[in-house]
């Protein structure tokens, strides 16, 4: 487990992915893309995670993709396609995760790093961390899907300096633009992370899924997501957690929730 490039645990209900490459800045190889996207589907679907942490291994997030393959695997325009859908597939899995997906970020987060930084839910940082999107300085376009997750998360302005510029900015810079949620000092951000995902793990899971549709639906306006968010509420009414929450409003004590 140790040696893994993507590390997996789970306890109470969060689940948490370990990039652990760290020699190597955690850079994503292509074959750790796939391995991302197919452990995402399947901590989504299991419903033993009710939510997901995904952190790096050591001082950094997560630098991106792995430059050294590019020779190799995306030398060609036919190749390049093929790689560019396997990280568009991380970033689709966690867009489309059904639980909330934190993202604990230290130090570097640059290029693909910061498009699974964007796709996630909740983004929380250190002071120290770095955030960069350098593909016009490798002359290559930044995925279109990926891209709407870093104009939703940081803005359609920021957007435009990070991929214009190919410049980075700073975790000051990155809360003022609503790319994270709030910046945390390290000795504390352990505590900090366990904090909200365990507060997130131990409300009503059916409650999170549809919360998550819903917001989902409002940023997309696609009617057939808004569907699937109002049939995930709709069977919140029947369900066993609505019940246990009023008994437990009633008996004045903290709620036991099934996920049913």
Sequence with gaps: M???????????????????????????TQAMWVDLASILGRLSDSGSAHVIVLRGKGQDFSAGA?????????????SA?????????????????????????????FGGGFGLAAACDLRIA???????????????AYPQDAMGDIVWSAGPQMARYL????????????LAAGFLLETV????????????????AGNAPMSIRASKAAIRAALSHDPAEAAIAQALGDATFLSEDYAEGRAAFHARRAPHFKGR
Excluded: H
Aim: charged residues 25%; contains cysteine; hydrophobic residues 40%.
């Design 126 to 140: 250190t002071p120290d961390a770095q955030f960069s999107v350098p593909a016009g300085r490798l002359g290559l």
């Design 81 to 109: 396609r093929t790689y560019e859908a396997t990280n568009s597939a991380a970033f689709a899995a966690l867009r489309n995760c059904a639980v909330p997906v934190i993202a604990a970020i230290r130090g570097i987060c």
């Design 2 to 28: 140790e040696t893994e490039p993507l590390q997996v645990s789970t306890k109470d209900g969060v689940a948490t992915i370990a990039i652990n490459r760290p020699s190597r800045k955690n850079a994503i």
């Design 66 to 78: 792995d430059i050294s393959e590019f020779d190799t695997l995306r030398g060609t325009a036919e």
């Design 163 to 174: 991929t214009y510029t190919a410049g980075r900015i700073d975790a000051t810079a990155a």
């Design 185 to 200: 000092k390290e000795a504390e951000f352990d505590a900090r992370i366990e904090q909200i995902a365990r507060t997130i």
